[in-house]
């Protein structure tokens, strides 16, 4: 472990060093030390010595584990070594930076320019920076710092929004149709999330491709977060003679029009060995699951799974409309009986007042 490093940082040393006079203030706090300069929102220019841009209250939520990342860019013969170029978090009190976390592996100056490290604990950021004093010359140009995905922006006083978490689809395969030995690798249309196959990002849809393994990953779009699964092996079959295979019987789904208890339909894909059930060419139907559905018309359709041909005279594709939302109004509200009293008493005596004079 870098020592030095390790011992100043939990000093808090490094959150106030050097910054008492000389500086520039942004609008979040963020002071850098002169003749560093903080450049725009997103980018800091920190000038050899010993120098470094930092900040006392970023008030940013975390949890133990949450990943902060950040880019650098030697310039004018600056050098990583020697405990920078290096970011520093602190966290209900503890401290820690990318330089003591990843030295132990040999990863402290990162891979082509990035570094990351993680969060020591739960709570809120308070004191960070970005520190370059390791004595060597030049600059060092730091940018793209990230906390849990969310960018952390030197002249803007509230961090990025939290990203958005985001469950990837699973990408499905088509087997190859009898007599061909091409299948599919069907790729989900999801916003939030890409994908790749086999490290080439690929559209959403259906692309054809030969027997064989292939891994799809997902990747999530700036402002989004991963959350579930990412990545699946897919394999994709040979095809089989036509005639071959053994014999399944398609069973029609179930649609459940909305009444007034349950306004929403909803259709009901049944279980049958070697059925794969669709909506369209790109909407997989999992059997024994339940679907809601809108007014409209919706088609369904059955077709063999690998190694499965459909009986002989099986039906094929279900047309199903669905009806609007019933008005579950009254047509006439019931009437409601009102007692009317025409006979009122008269008192035999009223009281006047006047001495009670009786009639």
């Not at 000093?11 to 725009?40: C, E, F, N, Y």
């Not at 990162?110 to 370059?132: D, L, M, S």
């Not at 140009?141 to 961090?159: A, C, E, H, Q, W």
Request: hydrophobic share 35%.
């Amino acid at each position: 472990m870098f020592s030095k490093v390790a011992a100043a940082t939990a000093a808090g040393v490094l959150a106030v060093s050097g910054l008492a006079t000389g500086t520039a203030h942004a609008s979040t706090g963020w002071q850098a030390k002169a003749p560093s300069k903080i450049l725009d929102s997103g980018t800091v220019r920190l000038e050899g010595g010993n120098t470094s841009v930092e900040t006392s209250a970023l008030d940013m939520p975390v949890q133990a584990g949450d990943v902060v990342s950040f880019r650098y860019r030697l310039r004018d013969g600056a050098t990583c070594t020697g405990g920078a170029p290096r970011v520093f978090v602190e966290t209900q009190g503890t401290y820690t930076n990318s330089w003591d976390q990843n030295i132990g592996a040999g990863k402290q100056c990162g891979e082509n320019g990035v570094v990351t490290f993680t969060v020591p604990a739960n709570g809120r950021i308070g004191a960070a920076g970005i520190v370059y004093d390791n004595g060597g010359p030049g600059h060092v140009i730091v940018s793209d710092l990230t906390v849990d995905g969310r960018k952390v922006r030197f002249l803007d006083r509230r961090p990025a929004p939290a990203a958005v978490p985001v469950k990837p689809r699973q990408p499905w395969v088509d087997q190859p149709k009898c007599g061909t030995n091409l299948g599919w690798v069907g790729i989900p249309r999801q916003r939030g999330v890409s994908f790749k196959i086999d490290g080439r990002p690929m559209e959403p849809g259906r692309h054809e491709v030969r027997p064989g393994r292939y891994v799809v990953t997902a990747h999530a779009w700036d402002g989004h977060k991963l959350v579930g699964e990412r990545a699946w092996k897919r394999f994709v079959k040979r095809g089989l003679p036509c005639g071959s295979g053994r014999v399944a019987t398609p069973v029609e789904p179930t649609l459940d029009q909305p009444t007034c208890a349950d306004k929403v339909a909803s259709l009901a894909i049944p279980k049958a060995r070697g059925v794969i059930y669709r909506t369209a060419p790109d909407a997989l139907l999992e059997q024994g699951q339940r679907y809601t559905v809108d007014a409209g018309l919706v088609v369904v359709t059955a077709e063999a799974a690998h190694g499965f041909k459909l009986a002989e005279g099986a039906q094929r594709e279900w047309r199903m409309p669905v009806a609007e939302k019933p008005d579950c109004r009254p047509a006439n509200p019931p009437a409601t009986d009102v007692d009317v009293v025409n006979d009122i008493p008269v008192p035999t005596r009223v009281d006047t007042g006047l001495g009670g004079l009786a009639r």
